[in-house]
Nanobody
Framework: QVQLQESGPGLLKPSQTLSLTCTVS??????????WTWVRQAPGKGLEWIGY???????LYGASFKSRTSIARDTSRNQFTLKLSAVTPEDTATYLC???????????????????????WGPGIQVTVSS
């Protein structure tokens, strides 16, 4: 079974760039139909899709993140990364990485997949932005 683990800093100052890494183990990282995904959940708010990158290496981002987000894969390390620039306190949230099969993404929203534990999910990492 594929396992994912997020890593990165837990505390940033406003205007800094958040860099997170998701390490994938226990299953294939390439030549799969998984979309390697980043989402976040702020206190009292719903799950928010940041973006994902499939095997094509062409990432797709949520509209509210597109201007300051970059997602990339390092296939030599079985990792994919998230960079979010110019963070503000509103970026304080738990960030999660996931491997979501395309066949399920066609049928379910990411929020529904999280609620049903469809796909593979990391445990999440708390990120706080504060001066």
């Amino acid at each position: 079974q594929v396992q994912l683990q997020e890593s990165g800093p837990g505390l940033l100052k406003p205007s800094q760039t958040l860099s997170l890494t998701c390490t994938v183990s226990g299953g294939p990282f390439t030549n799969t139909d998984n979309y390697w995904t980043w989402v976040r959940q702020a206190p009292g708010k719903g799950l928010e899709w940041i973006g994902y990158i499939p095997d094509s290496e062409i990432p797709l981002y949520g509209a509210s993140f597109k201007s300051r987000t970059s997602i990339a894969r390092d296939t030599s390390r079985n990792q994919f990364t998230l960079k979010l620039s110019a963070v503000t306190p509103e970026d304080t949230a738990t960030y999660l990485c996931a491997g979501l099969p395309f066949e399920l993404l066609r049928k379910w929203t990411i929020r529904e997949m999280r609620e049903r534990n469809f796909g593979s999910w990391g445990p999440g990492i708390q990120v706080t932005v504060s001066s």
